[in-house]
């Protein structure tokens, strides 16, 4: 099916530390991976995205690496702050233009 | 601000009345999407336009729900004879033509409580 797991549900660090959360997905059709990020209350918002022709990605500090063979996905934050405290929802698609299944999101809690 | 704008960001309803929504998106952006996220849970897709066609939409959306983008622009997204189970945050997003036309960009959305 097009169902994404997520985890975890939520993830607790301290600011500095890293943080990583991983996705699995099911459909071989999947080719285009995003990460959204969603402050209380706020929109998503994209915060980086992955090709299915690409195992790795990064910017700044979040990267994401893509093992296709295996299917699952993760991103990763290194020397989290406070400000990236939110909701991180991962996404598929590739199916569909636009048409993205989500998973069930990671509250990030960063502690100062 | 010249993203995704969408309209009320809070609606308040009795069950069985009908609730119309409007969403604005970026104006260069010919695709539009409907989503609908609950608390606790990511967006689900429900429907989606190029320009002025409905080229799909979910198996969620029932019967009593209905979208529109009559000039290829703006679009609204009706639900007639609302049930508690209704209640959530609508998500209006558009993507951009051509490469990269999967990267959505969200509205606010509009949070739906039917009473």
């Known amino acids: 099916g097009e169902n994404v797991e997520q985890h975890p549900s939520t993830l607790s660090v301290q600011e500095g530390d890293s943080a990583v959360i991983k996705c699995t997905y099911s459909?071989?059709?999947?080719?285009?991976f995003p990460w959204y990020k969603q402050e209380l209350g706020k929109r998503p918002q994209l915060i980086i995205d992955?090709?299915?022709?690409?195992g790795e990605k990064k910017d700044q500090r979040i990267a994401v690496t893509l093992n296709k063979t295996a299917k699952h996905f993760s991103l990763h934050i290194t020397e989290t702050q406070p400000e990236d405290s939110a909701v991180y929802f991962c996404a598929r698609g590739g199916t569909s233009y636009g048409k993205l299944t989500f998973g069930q999101g990671t509250i990030l809690t960063v502690h100062p | 601000d010249t993203g995704v704008s969408q309209d009320p960001r809070h609606k308040i309803t009795k069950r069985g009345q009908n609730v119309t929504f409007r969403c604005d998106p970026i104006s260069e952006h010919n695709r539009l999407y409907w989503y609908r996220q609950t608390l606790g849970q990511g967006p689900e897709f429900l429907t989606y336009?190029?320009?002025?066609?409905?080229?799909?939409k979910s198996r969620l959306l029932s019967d009593r729900f209905s979208a529109e983008r009559p000039k290829g622009s703006f679009s609204t997204l009706e639900i007639q004879r609302t049930e508690q189970g209704d209640s959530a945050m609508y998500l209006c997003?558009?993507?951009?033509?051509?490469?990269?036309?999967?990267?959505?960009?969200f509205g606010s959305g509009t949070q739906l409580s039917v009473l």
């Open positions: 997003a558009s993507s951009p033509r051509g490469s990269g036309d999967e990267k959505l960009f």
């Open positions: 992955i090709r299915s022709n690409v």
């Open positions: 336009f190029q320009n002025e066609a409905q080229l799909e």
């Open positions: 459909d071989s059709a999947s080719n285009y």
